[in-house]
């Protein structure tokens, strides 16, 4: 993707800059030693993306692209991976969403898996393990636009019990080797791929 000039984007505020810099902080903070090629393709074109565009590339305001956040949620047993069936897209999911202008990425995934399942959980990674450019086909109101993914890990509590959301069909624990046949993605498929948390902070196995 392009990035615009400044006539495009317009001007934001220092506050508006000060999230976009702790945004960047968050990309920067993932260990690329543990990011396969296409996870560093990705995020090579999110931190230029964003660096490019400034604050506006974590709102909706730019309209043929946007930073997001998503989280996989992982059960306490590291058996099975909750996921949703999202209402717009028809496909089976991570939870994530907009950042709306909030540079903490983290917090973003961690709101919007909240906001999702209804659980929260006892441990989400310190840093992005992973990233995705995927393209959001256009609907009324909306042109077709990019989403810039910037991805997380998460454990939920055990004996969580999920709530499904207004923006889902309905939602499934998973076990791993069930996924793919839910029809993921292959971004989706990648995440899954890095296997559970083995963080000792996230809780016995």
Request: aromatic share 4%; glycine share 10%; with cysteine.
């Amino acid at each position: 993707m392009d990035a615009p000039g400044p006539s495009t984007v317009g001007r934001a505020s220092a506050h508006d800059e000060g999230e976009a810099l702790r945004a960047l902080d968050a990309i920067d903070g993932a260990d690329a030693r543990s990011l396969g090629p296409e996870a560093l393709r990705h995020r090579a074109a999110i931190r230029a993306f964003l660096a490019a565009r400034g604050a506006i590339a974590l709102t909706r305001a730019s309209l043929d692209g946007h930073l997001t956040a998503s989280c996989l949620l992982w059960s306490a047993a590291r058996d099975a991976v909750l996921l949703h069936h999202h209402k717009k897209l028809d496909l089976w999911l991570q939870f994530g969403g907009h950042c709306d202008g909030e540079g903490d990425l983290g917090a973003v995934a961690l709101r919007e898996t909240i906001e999702e399942s209804g659980i929260e959980p006892i441990w989400i990674s310190p840093a992005p393990v992973d990233f995705d450019v995927h393209g959001i086909p256009a609907r009324p109101g909306e042109p077709a636009h990019d989403h810039l993914d910037v991805r997380y890990l998460a454990v939920a509590p055990p004996g969580a019990a999920f709530v499904t959301s207004d923006e889902s069909h309905a939602l499934a624990w998973v076990p791993p080797d069930e996924v793919e046949a839910r029809g993921a993605d292959a971004s989706l498929l990648r995440l899954l791929g890095l296997g559970p948390p083995a963080d000792p902070s996230a809780g016995p196995r």
